[in-house]
């Protein structure tokens, strides 16, 4: 396997964020505007097209320990009796975007519509540690340890935080194109979507199966209905992994193989991920399993891109406690290309199959009538059938590039084109639409992305 090139993150620390969001910067003395000014060329360089189209938010404020409270539960949740888990992602008013039926998934994710009002004003990353009030101890006697009693409060801080964060960055990007555009388009739809994602180990996967296999007994025998088969896995999805060595090799994941989850751009405005929360369980005879977190193998946070400036997949990797905020589509072209989405990848580690990893997401959008125009779209700098594809990299040109240029070329086949997706006057909802129709729907170039 050929060795990934590490991308590590440009770090912006909230402090700065913060400042570079204000209105009036005049009382700041001549030398803390410069540095403003360089941050703010910084930024727009590294979510621009001849930049990776992503960034990290570093030193957020009391936002690790929720970080460390939330993400296990995603596991937690993905194993759980799947009556339990009906019954409190109701009661905590969550949802899930992935059929937690289908044995073929890579992936369980639980979501929430987030809803924000006024800007930043009303979503500043502040905590507290009360339970949800929709729910009731009683309620939950029967849950291990309680603890999934402050679920949803957890869920809704976390992810209230994360939308300030985002807002904070369109504003500032607002102020280097010129205009309003971005921040405006948030706010018009003033609401987001949560996700905590459990990605499954192989490991997660033979757990699951014995459920399933319990929970098929059981009604052949006339129990109760059961819903046990609902978190079963594939044989297929269990050889995906290798167990053979140092744990430290990051490889290029191709179209396919070793893949949590296929190469895909976001279509909104921005996605804000919490760096990943890895988690090695341990089992016995005596226990279901018992989680415990664990670095992340050689500090890689497993978020592949593929770097159209260079041909080349190149893997993340930032501050364990930072956030990471990627550019979508929508934000490639209400921006005209001034900045550029990124196409990515998650995939597992080499040669630890028994990891699972968990992440927290939240997706920035524009509202569904809000309208897209191309018609001023500079194709020069993000070319709408190859989008993204920037200058050549001096370094790197494609006769020289052989198998990684092979491999790139080889993911974008897979990718619907942005031509064949958006039209001059489409609304985002449209778009959205469209997108998903090609990804996932009949006729698709992916037939899914987990």
């Not at 957890?154 to 964060?165: A, D, P, S, V």
């Not at 700098?381 to 990684?404: I, T, W």
Request: contains cysteine; neutral net charge; proline residues 5%.
């Amino acid at each position: 396997m050929a060795e990934a090139e590490i991308l590590e993150l440009y770090e912006l620390p909230y402090s700065d964020l913060k400042l570079l969001c204000l209105d009036n910067t005049c009382s700041s003395s001549t030398e803390e505007i410069k540095r403003l000014e360089t941050i703010r060329t910084s930024v727009m360089e590294n979510l621009g097209p001849g930049g990776p189209g992503l960034l990290s938010i570093t030193s957020v404020p009391n936002a690790s320990i929720h970080r460390q409270n939330l993400l296990p539960l995603a596991r937690k949740l993905a194993l759980l009796n799947p009556d339990d888990r009906k019954r409190l992602l109701k009661e905590h008013h969550l949802g899930s975007d992935v059929s937690l039926k289908n044995p073929e998934r890579n992936v369980s994710s639980f979501a929430m519509q987030l809803r924000y009002k006024q800007g930043l004003e009303s979503t500043q990353c502040k905590f507290s540690s009360r339970a949800d009030d929709n729910v009731k101890d009683q309620d939950l006697g029967q849950l291990p340890d309680n603890e999934f009693k402050n679920l949803g409060n957890m869920f809704k801080e976390l992810g209230f935080c994360m939308i300030e964060l985002g807002l904070c960055l369109a504003r500032i990007c607002d102020k280097a194109i010129g205009g309003q555009e971005l921040e405006q388009s948030l706010l018009e739809s003033s609401v987001a979507k949560g996700r905590l994602i459990h990605y499954h180990s192989t490991l997660d996967s033979i757990v699951l199966k014995e459920a399933g296999r319990k929970g098929r007994s059981s009604k052949k025998k006339g129990n109760p209905k059961s819903d046990q088969g609902q978190c079963i896995r594939s044989e297929k999805q269990t050889e995906c992994t290798n167990v053979d060595g140092d744990s430290d090799e990051v490889g290029i994941s191709g179209t396919h193989s070793n893949l949590w989850q296929q190469w895909h751009y976001d279509y909104g405005v921005f996605t804000v991920l919490t760096n990943p929360f890895f988690i090695l369980p341990y089992y016995s005879s005596e226990s279901r399993g018992s989680d415990q977190g664990c670095p992340s193998p050689g500090g890689y946070t497993y978020l592949q891109i593929l770097d159209p400036n260079k041909n080349k997949v190149r893997m993340v990797k930032s501050s364990p406690e930072s956030f990471i905020i990627q550019v979508g589509e929508s934000a490639d072209i209400l921006s005209k290309g001034k900045l550029r989405s990124t196409l990515h990848c998650v995939c597992r580690p080499t040669k630890l199959e028994n990891l699972s990893r968990e992440t927290f997401v939240v997706f920035l959008q524009p509202a569904w009538n809000k309208t897209f125009s191309i018609s001023d779209y500079p194709t020069e700098n993000c070319n709408l059938s190859g989008q993204g594809s920037g200058a050549p990299d001096e370094e790197n040109p494609p006769a020289k590039l052989g198998a990684n240029n092979k491999l790139a070329e080889a993911i974008q086949k897979m990718i619907p084109p942005l031509s064949s997706r958006l039209k001059d006057g489409m609304t985002f909802a449209e778009f959205s639409r469209e997108t998903t129709r090609q990804y996932y729907g009949g006729g698709g170039l992916q037939p899914n992305r987990y």
